[in-house]
Nanobody, 122 residues
């Protein structure tokens, strides 16, 4: 089972930036799609960004142009660069991995990280 550990969350003022990291360990075989999800209080978990094995990316409309997903294969690490942060970006952010991408996001059975909190003040 793939183990995912997120880091890099914190508190930032609106307009600021944060870089989230997701370190993967254990078996990554078949985990060809990775991505970031977020969940705000009282809201359902939503896909934010996804990246396939070929480096193809997908972003939610709400973050498009502001967030960038990337991966360092050598370090087995996934990143989410978040710029121009807004108060509505406040949420717990989760790293996820799955065998397949659907619509550019991890699909089906997923491995999840524990989450890292992002709080954006206005």
């Amino acid at each position: 089972q793939v183990q995912l550990v997120e880091s890099g969350g914190g508190s930032v003022q609106a307009g600021g930036s944060l870089r989230l990291s997701c370190a993967a360990s254990g078996s990554i075989y078949g985990r060809r799609c990775m991505g970031w999800f977020r969940q705000a209080p009282g809201k359902e978990r939503e896909a934010v960004a996804g990246i396939g094995s070929g480096g193809n990316t997908r972003y939610a409309d709400s973050v498009k142009g502001r967030f960038t997903i990337s991966q360092d294969i050598a370090k087995n690490t996934l990143y989410l660069e978040m710029n121009s942060l807004k108060s509505e970006d406040t949420a717990m952010y989760y790293c996820a991995a799955s065998e397949w991408c659907t619509g550019g996001y991890p699909f089906g059975s997923k491995s999840w990280g524990q989450g890292t909190q992002v709080t954006v003040s206005s």
